[in-house]
């Protein structure tokens, strides 16, 4: 199925009547009254959510809408709105089982017939796929890049937020340090602080509401070792305590609370890709180096994911299909893998589905729209 995130009529909701409720909650405390200060509060606020209905049944109905449909639900009210924004309610649908599980992929967008590009120019975009709906969507362009995005640009997502950073200027291949988020829930992209320095080819990972980036290099092809996390929601970016060593072209992935900067290589290695990894413990904000967790020599750039005894994996060889421009996006219960068999192919998306003890099911090919088969450059995880 393919959708443009733009229209509620397009989504239909599954049979509620087999799922377990959610956990019972104060509904008019949960939306009300935790995130929102008293002078902003109206009348409208006090009234029902759906007339006729008790609130707990109507919060309930609410929590069961399609990601796709909240924009359109946030104009019914000001307490539909305010809920629909409120981190505690994406929490809340998050632990009732009706959050979705998405990939999104910096993609290259059809080429226009009329185009006065050269035809090894393309522009890309941002493709949002849903593996259990088979849902394609293409995202509104970010206002500042209306003609496509910068190359090589980098995503983090967490909490219903996709983060779009750095990448270089199409025109002058120039470091950009732009920020951007898009919020789910009203489908709008809005500026964030910009990052603290040049860099590119850098580390990315999400957790709770925050986005760690590490390593990679600066302006001057000077391989880095230092490290930012960016909080979403206070719009603030924090200098974090530096690796033990430089990361050029590092893979960065969480394992539980844990941010993992796998191999990279140092300015005088240029391509001697380590076998080393730096962790970051989010709670302490302490690294420690761990020995022998990847192939020396070989490049981790968006192809590997946790596999079994939490080893890391090069999911890019699972598939013979996929020769170039290999590209992985782990959700947790499946990974996708996506590439071409040849430069300027078609991509192919292949799905595998991981049981509880973390075993890969056959991998499955999944057919794209003609829309959304170009090359994809890097994805990541969002939970919407």
Same mark, same amino acid.
């Given at each position: 199925?393919?959708?443009?995130?733009?229209?509620?009529?397009?989504?239909?909701?599954?049979?509620?009547?087999?799922?377990?409720?959610?956990?019972?909650?104060?509904?008019?405390s949960?939306?009300?009254?935790?995130?929102f200060?008293?002078?902003? #509060?109206?009348?409208?606020?006090?009234?029902?959510?759906v007339?006729?209905?008790?609130?707990?049944?109507?919060?309930?109905?609410?929590?069961?809408?399609?990601?796709?449909?909240?924009?359109?639900?946030?104009?019914?009210?000001?307490?539909?709105?305010?809920m629909?924004e409120?981190?505690? *309610?994406?929490?809340? %649908?998050?632990?009732?089982g009706?959050?979705?599980?998405?990939?999104?992929?910096?993609?290259? @967008?059809?080429?226009?017939?009329d185009?006065?590009?050269?035809?090894n120019q393309?522009?890309?975009?941002?493709?949002?796929?849903?593996?259990?709906?088979e849902?394609?969507?293409?995202?509104d362009?970010?206002?500042?890049?209306?003609?496509?995005?910068?190359?090589?640009?980098?995503?983090?997502?967490?909490?219903?937020?996709?983060?779009?950073?750095?990448?270089?200027? %199409?025109?002058?291949?120039?470091?950009?340090?732009?920020?951007?988020?898009?919020?789910?829930?009203?489908?709008?992209w809005?500026?964030?602080?910009?990052?603290?320095?040049?860099?590119?080819? *850098?580390?990315? /990972?999400?957790?709770?509401?925050?986005?760690?980036?590490?390593?990679?290099?600066?302006?001057?092809?000077?391989?880095?070792?230092?490290?930012?996390?960016?909080?979403?929601?206070?719009?603030?970016?924090?200098?974090l305590?530096?690796?033990?060593?430089?990361r050029?072209?590092?893979? /960065?992935?969480?394992?539980?609370?844990?941010?993992?900067?796998?191999?990279?290589?140092?300015?005088?290695?240029?391509? %001697?890709?380590?076998?080393?990894?730096?962790?970051?413990?989010?709670?302490?904000?302490?690294?420690r180096?761990?020995?022998?967790?990847?192939?020396?020599?070989?490049?981790?750039?968006?192809? *590997?994911?946790?596999?079994?005894?939490?080893?890391?994996d090069?999911?890019?060889?699972?598939?013979?299909?996929?020769?170039?421009?290999?590209?992985?996006?782990? @959700?947790?219960?499946?990974?996708?893998?996506?590439?071409?068999?040849?430069? /300027? /192919?078609?991509?192919?998306?292949?799905?595998a589905? #991981?049981?509880?003890?973390?075993?890969?099911?056959?991998?499955?090919?999944?057919?794209?729209?003609?829309?959304?088969?170009?090359?994809?450059?890097?994805?990541?995880?969002?939970? #919407?």
């Open positions: 199925m393919t959708l443009r995130l733009q229209s509620a009529s397009c989504y239909c909701l599954r049979d509620v009547s087999k799922l377990s409720p959610p956990p019972r909650i104060n509904v008019r949960f939306y009300i009254f935790s995130d200060p008293s002078t902003s #509060i109206n009348m409208e606020d006090y009234t029902d959510l007339p006729g209905l008790p609130e707990e049944i109507a919060l309930e109905c609410i929590t069961r809408m399609h990601y796709g449909v909240h924009d359109a639900a946030s104009h019914v009210c000001q307490r539909w709105r305010r629909l409120c981190r505690d *309610f994406y929490y809340h %649908r998050k632990r009732s009706f959050t979705r599980k998405c990939a999104c992929f910096v993609q290259s @967008l059809p080429v226009v017939a185009s006065s590009k050269p035809e393309f522009n890309l975009g941002l493709t949002v796929f849903e593996p259990v709906s849902i394609w969507a293409r995202l362009s970010v206002p500042k890049y209306p003609n496509g995005l910068p190359m090589f640009c980098q995503l983090g997502g967490s909490e219903g937020k996709l983060v779009l950073m750095g990448g270089w200027d %199409r025109e002058s291949w120039a470091p950009m340090r732009d920020v951007f988020v898009y919020d789910f829930s009203t489908r709008r809005t500026g964030g602080v910009d990052m603290p320095s040049n860099r590119s080819f *850098f580390a990315v /990972g999400a957790c709770d509401g925050k986005v760690y980036v590490a390593g990679g290099h600066d302006e001057g092809k000077n391989a880095l070792k230092s490290a930012w996390v960016y909080d979403i929601a206070a719009d603030k970016w924090t200098m305590a530096p690796m033990s060593e430089e050029d072209e590092c893979e /960065g992935v969480f394992v539980g609370s844990e941010f993992w900067v796998v191999s990279g290589y140092e300015t005088e290695s240029q391509g %001697r890709f380590k076998s080393t990894a730096d962790v970051l413990e989010t709670t302490t904000g302490t690294w180096r761990v020995e022998s967790v990847w192939g020396i020599g070989r490049c981790p750039r968006a192809c *590997f994911t946790v596999g079994q005894n939490g080893s890391f090069c999911r890019g060889d699972s598939d013979t299909t996929i020769q170039v421009g290999a590209c992985v996006v782990d @959700l947790g219960d499946r990974t996708i893998i996506t590439g071409s068999s040849y430069p /300027g /192919g078609p991509q192919t998306f292949i799905v589905e #991981i049981d509880e003890q973390g075993e890969s099911s056959k991998p499955v090919k999944v057919n794209a729209p003609d829309e959304f088969s170009g090359f994809v450059q890097s994805g990541c995880f969002v939970e #919407i």
